[in-house]
C-alpha cells in the first residue's frame, strides 16, 4: 500500500472517529440539557456523559454555547431540508400534506430531547445562532403553508399559519406525554389528528 494511500485512509478514519465522537456529544447534549436545562449542565458533565474529558469537548465546540448553538441549528436545518425534499418529490398536494405530517411525526419520535431543549432553551442562544434558527423556522412553516393553500385555496395565509403552528405544537408536545404507548400507536395517531386540524374548515 502507498504512503499516500496510508495516509488517505487513516485520514478518513480520523475524520470518521471525530465526527462520530463530535455526534455522540451532541446526542448527550440534548439528553443533559432536556433533563437538567442547559444552566444546569457543564462542559464537564458533557463529556463524562460522552466519555471523554471535559476539555476534550473543546477539540470538537468552542464552548457549551457553541454546543447549544450546534444542536439547534443543525436539527432546524435537517428538519427544514427534510421537509424541503418532501414536498419536492410529492407533487400532489394532498399527498404532499399527508408526506409533511408523516416527516414531522417521525421527526418528532425521534427527537423529543431536541425538542425540548428547543422549547426551553432557545433564549439561550447567542444572537446570529438564535437568528438562523428562527429564519429556519420560519422558512419550514412556509413550506407547510405553500403546500396548505394548494389544499385549502383561497385561505387567508395568516390562518394557514397559525394551522401549521398549531399542528407544530400538537405534534412536538406527545412525545412527552406519550408514556408506554407504542410508536405505532402514537404515529397513527398524531398523523390523524394533525391531518384533521390542518384541513378542517
Do not use: C
Not at 10 to 16: K, P
Not at 90 to 111: G, K
Amino acid at each position: 500500500m502507498s504512503r499516500e494511500l496510508v495516509v488517505s485512509t487513516t485520514e478518513t478514519a480520523r475524520d470518521r472517529a471525530k465526527a462520530d465522537r463530535r455526534a455522540v456529544l451532541l446526542a448527550e447534549a440534548a439528553r443533559l440539557f432536556a433533563s437538567r436545562g442547559f444552566d444546569r449542565v457543564s462542559l464537564e458533565d458533557l463529556g463524562a456523559a460522552a466519555g471523554v474529558s471535559g476539555p476534550a469537548v473543546y477539540r470538537h465546540f468552542a464552548g457549551k454555547q457553541a454546543v447549544l448553538a450546534a444542536l439547534l441549528v443543525e436539527v432546524s436545518e435537517r428538519l427544514h431540508s427534510g421537509g424541503a425534499e418532501v414536498v419536492a418529490r410529492t407533487p400532489a398536494a394532498e399527498e404532499a400534506l399527508r408526506s409533511l405530517i408523516a416527516f414531522h411525526v417521525d421527526f418528532a419520535l425521534a427527537n423529543p430531547d431536541v425538542i425540548r431543549v428547543q422549547d426551553r432553551d432557545l433564549d439561550s442562544l447567542g444572537p446570529d445562532a438564535r437568528h438562523a434558527v428562527r429564519a429556519l423556522q420560519r422558512d419550514y412553516v412556509e413550506l407547510w403553508m405553500s403546500v396548505l393553500s394548494r389544499v385549502l385555496p383561497g385561505s387567508d395565509q395568516a390562518q394557514l399559519r397559525i394551522r401549521a403552528q398549531a399542528t407544530f405544537g400538537l405534534i412536538n408536545s406527545t412525545p412527552h406525554s406519550a408514556g408506554r404507548s407504542s410508536k405505532t400507536t402514537v404515529r397513527a395517531l398524531l398523523e390523524s389528528m394533525a391531518l384533521a386540524a390542518l384541513t378542517t374548515r
